[in-house]
């Protein structure tokens, strides 16, 4: 794991996936072997904000855009306090980074993280042998860790699945913290770490809101111990069915105001009776059209999902909760992209609105959130004024 950024580049690695397709290249990043979900993400710029998003924990990501590494790595952008995928695979690394920001070079970075990674092969044949037959179990070998094909396949197929695994408290933040709000303090916010990326709560302060940021194992009582005027769900990764739904429903139950996105727009689609799914080859990348159903405007968006909520598109669905819509879909294949309640404050969509990295057609989220919280202490002011008069 010690070899200098230059050395990698010469020396032999292989990518093997468990259907037994083998691609030869060059060992990028630490040497050594690495094992995870192959998925392929299609943004051609923001590769650090995608190493250090934890939604990418246990997965090898493979970047479509063939030429990576030119802005090197900064210490601004991270997302959190570490790489997270299990792997990285470019077609042509950058030789030298250009930037102004630039402290050192992406394969620098990844070797001094122990990220294993692979670097001159086809990435354009690999994603698109993952497209037509999904998202399968990958390992990356280098050095030492190169054996023969069988010996190889055979460990690769032995590694876990995506499918069924719990991974939401292997990122999450151990201890509450708070993210204070800037200017005025409007508003308290419970946010459940579920694999938060740092810009959620830098985009909630600018708004005037103190963001607590709780662990996934969370109570019911630690959220209402800081007495919110909301809550979210993060993004995180990992099955969505494996996730305890007894502090969200009790969210539910209060009528506090909600919002969640990605993996959190997942557990609120169970929480109301839907059902969730493993996509063929999931969302990733910072280019996915989305349709707001009510507004009929089209945003593009930036998403990381590999799971995705069954919900009816031509129909609103009575739940345990009030009446509930599917507010946003996804133009390229139709996948329920966002959830409405229509009886009480609660709604999520799949993507991330905070955009690191990414367009800002969805900032606009985060207004929606404040204003349901506005409203909320509005209608309690009201009722209020009423009882004291009666």
Partial sequence: MTTSALGTAKIPAVLVLEDGRTFRGRAYGA??????????STGMTGYQETL?????????????????????????????????????????????????????????????????GISGIDTRALTRHLRERGAMRVGIFSGAAVADADTLLAKVQASPQMKGADLSAEVATTETYVVPAIGEKKFTVAAIDLGIKGMTPQRMAERGIEVHVLPATASLEDVYAVQPDGVFLSNGPGDPATVDLTVIKGVLDRKTPLFGICFGNQILGRALGFGTYKLKYGHRGINQPVQDRATRKVEVTAHNHGFAVDAPLDRVSDTPYGRAEVSHVCLNDKVVEGLRLLDQPAFSVQYHPEAAAGPHDAAYLFDRFVELMRDEQNKHSTQLMEGQRA
Wanted: proline share 5%; no cysteine; aromatic share 8%.
């Fill in 31 to 40: 040497v050594g072997e690495t094992f995870g979900e192959a998925v392929f």
């Fill in 52 to 116: 250090t998003d934890p939604s990418y924990h246990r997965q090898v990501v493979v970047m479509t855009a063939p030429h990576i590494g030119n802005t090197g790595v900064n210490d601004e952008d991270a997302e959190s306090s570490r790489i997270w995928v299990a792997g990285f695979v470019v077609r042509d690394p950058a030789r030298v980074p250009s930037n102004w920001r630039s402290r050192r070079s992406l394969d620098a970075e990844l070797i001094t993280q122990g990220v294993v």
